[in-house]
Each structure stands twice: as C-alpha cells, then as structure tokens.
C-alpha cells in the first residue's frame, strides 16, 4: 500500500515541528491531537485522535494519520475546513478545536 503525503506537507511539518510550543501544540493537528469537528449538513460534532497506523481504532474515533480523512487533518488549523470524500459523497467539516495529548 502506497500513501502519498505532499513536499509542502512535509516542510511545513518541518517548521511546525522545529518552532513547537505550548500554543502550536494545541493549534496545528499532529499525530496525537484530538480535533473536534462540526460537520456543516446537520451541525453536529465529533472528536477524532489523530494516530500513528498501529494505534488507529476507528470504532472509538483513533484515526490513522495516513487514513484519508487523517491526512486531511494533519498540519489542519483551528476554524479550517475541508471536503472529505466518503463513499455517499462529499461532506464538508469544519475544525473547531484541536488539544494535543490527554
């Protein structure tokens, strides 16, 4: 299985990571923040865990960070939102909070 992550994810996981602080640990999605996510066709939240692929558990919302929706997240701001594909069609997300650990 082959799962591509962009140059330009790469680098800016690489800033990202070189000036990590307090504030950007609770701000950018990384492998081990939880996201809150509002889905913008009924209003309704949920929270995910971004993981490392061994410790993905989506019954209980652990998700991959190579999964397609985790890949979507990671690096992803507070207040950013998305289109994630899914297999009934696109659904439209927007980031609300992102805690990193606990």
């Not at 992550?5 to 800016?12: A, L």
């Not at 990202?16 to 509002?38: P, Y």
């Not at 939102?81 to 980031?95: A, Q, T, W």
Request: hydrophobic content about 40%.
């Amino acid at each position: 299985m082959c799962f591509m992550i962009s140059i330009e994810k790469i680098w800016e996981f690489t800033i990202i990571v070189s000036n990590i602080n307090e504030t950007t640990l609770h701000s950018t999605v990384l492998i081990g923040s939880r996201v809150k996510l509002r889905y913008e066709d009924d209003d309704s939240c949920e929270s995910y865990t971004v993981v490392f692929p061994n410790e993905a558990q989506p019954e209980l919302n652990r998700i991959s960070f190579l999964s397609p929706i985790g890949r979507k997240l990671l690096l992803s701001k507070v207040m950013q939102s998305h289109e994630l594909d899914i297999p009934l069609g696109v659904i439209k997300i927007n980031i609300e909070g992102i805690q990193f650990g606990g």
